[in-house]
Antibody, heavy 120, light 107 residues
Framework: EVQLLESGGGLVQPGGSLRLSCAAS????????MSWVRQAPGKGLEWVST???????YYADSLKGRFTISRDNSKNTLYLQMNSLGAEDTAVYYC??????????????WGQGTLVTVSS | EIVLTQSPATLSLSPGERATLSCRAS??????LAWYQQKPGQAPRLLIY???NRATGIPARFSGSGSGTDFTLTISSLEPEDFAVYYC?????????FGPGTKVDIK
């Protein structure tokens, strides 16, 4: 059974940084692209970033270089380093796994999400 | 960036009725469109991928159709557990955008 467990969310001040983690199990982690998707309170889903098994990365334009996705295949863990956080980054952040290992997206497994709140 | 527009924003129906949800893309996404269902407090769930393929474990009452710029998700007969928000997402061109969602609520 695929399991994705996010951690690292919490309250951070504007301009601060946070690193999210997503521990994966139940599948061959290194073979699959992984992604972060966020959802602001009461709003829709927003794709944030994707990283292929080999390390190629993709980002939403709106992030303006503030976020960095990475992975440690030896630890079956996905990361999202978030810098220069603003109120607009307040959201539940989900990690998500691709359906198959030879294509990017869609996401067939999701974590439970971790809440990031940016506030002074 | 490809913009996805979903209509209607809200669909009020009764259990047993048929639901028809629309997703329109600002340019062609070929067949690379997925549908997700999200219930309050839960993570999204993949329903349909590549326009018309049901994901593992998804009941047959859910079906998808379309290609290019116009797509439809149909729920043939609404069950109580189907009242939720539905999102489309394209994977044809980066960035991989979502639509704003359609809420299906109980009439």
């Amino acid at each position: 059974e695929v399991q994705l467990l996010e951690s690292g969310g919490g309250l951070v001040q504007p301009g601060g940084s946070l690193r999210l983690s997503c521990a994966a199990s139940g599948f061959t982690f290194s073979s699959f692209a992984m992604s972060w998707v966020r959802q602001a309170p009461g709003k829709g889903l927003e794709w944030v970033s994707t990283i292929r098994g080999g390390g190629a990365t993709y980002y939403a334009d709106s992030l303006k270089g503030r976020f960095t996705i990475s992975r440690d295949n030896s630890k079956n863990t996905l990361y999202l380093q978030m810098n220069s956080l603003g109120a607009e980054d307040t959201a539940v952040y989900y990690c998500a796994k691709d359906r198959v290992d030879w294509e990017l997206l869609p996401f067939d497994s999701w974590g439970q999400g971790t809440l990031v709140t940016v506030s002074s | 960036e490809i913009v996805l527009t979903q209509s209607p924003a809200t669909l009020s129906l009764s259990p047993g009725e048929r639901a028809t949800l629309s997703c329109r893309a600002s340019q062609s996404v070929s067949s690379f469109l997925a549908w997700y269902q999200q219930k309050p407090g839960q993570a999204p769930r993949l329903l349909i991928y590549d326009a018309s393929n049901r994901a593992t474990g998804i009941p047959a009452r859910f079906s998808g159709s379309g290609s290019g710029t116009d797509f439809t998700l149909t729920i043939s007969s609404l069950e109580p557990e189907d009242f939720a928000v539905y999102y489309c997402q394209q994977r044809h061109i980066w960035p991989f955008t979502f639509g704003p969602g359609t809420k299906v609520d109980i009439k």
